[in-house]
């Protein structure tokens, strides 16, 4: 039988639960959903395991409470913007701020939970590429209805490009995202320190116009064919 915490231990450490999602979200982040028990939580929030399974009832339940806090303010406000970037009449104008709208959200400070900073962007990225199934239906649960609206949004601005293009193009810049907050020093490191990765303003900036050229660009059935390959002449 799980041991729940005595009303002493609550009041000796008031901020356990804070502490188990803290310990639990960086741990996931750096070593995966699967690889990481609650013990190892535990131990990491200086708790007992029973504290964590009496806060969450499960791993699944602590994963799935990280995501609700993180992604119901970063999807909140992500609407407010998309709503407002859906007034632009240019359309031009229009489509770069439905991608602003779906970027800016994502830069906001760790400490900030609208936004989850690179730590939450990391753990999602880990979760994505691990494959897990807990993790699959909790990352469609949080943001398959935000992503829908901002497909829907880009296609509305650019009707010509089929839906299916789009869909692609925003898969790619989920990717973008991913890798520009997790890994920003390659930034600085390849234009050997010209360009400074931890910016998040321009770094904004470089990832709305890389992306709207991108969703812009025409599309794959309507592109130049593929030049010929020389034919060959058989003689010597």
Not at 53 to 64: A, S, V
Not at 158 to 185: C, E, M
Request: hydrophobic fraction near 45%.
């Amino acid at each position: 039988m799980v041991r729940k915490p005595t009303s002493k231990e609550t009041a000796r450490k008031p901020n356990m639960r804070e502490a188990i999602l803290a310990a639990a979200e960086e741990l996931f982040a750096t070593n995966g959903f699967n690889a990481v028990s609650v013990r190892d939580i535990a131990q990491a929030a200086g708790a007992n395991p029973g504290s964590v399974t009496y806060h969450f009832k499960t791993k699944d339940g602590l994963l799935l409470e990280i995501y609700r806090r993180h992604c119901g303010p970063m999807n909140l406000r992500r609407s407010e913007l998309l709503a407002a970037a859906k007034r632009v009449r240019d359309l031009q104008d229009r489509l770069e701020a439905i991608v602003r709208a779906y970027v800016v959200p994502a830069f906001t400070s760790g400490s900030d939970l609208a936004g989850g900073g690179a730590r939450f962007t990391r753990l999602r990225a880990v979760m994505s590429a691990e494959g897990n199934e807990v993790a699959r239906k909790i990352i469609a649960q949080t943001f398959d209805d935000t992503s829908h609206a901002f497909i829907d949004a880009i296609h509305e601005s650019l009707p010509h490009i089929p839906r299916t293009d789009i869909v692609w193009r925003s898969h790619f810049l989920l990717g973008a995202l991913y890798y520009s907050l997790v890994t920003p020093d390659r930034v600085s490191r390849l234009s050997r320190g010209e360009a400074d990765g931890s910016d998040a303003a321009g770094a904004i900036e470089q990832l709305v116009q890389a992306t709207v050229a991108a969703f812009q660009a025409p599309a794959l059935d309507q592109a130049a064919p593929a030049r010929r390959r020389p034919v060959v002449s058989s003689k010597a």
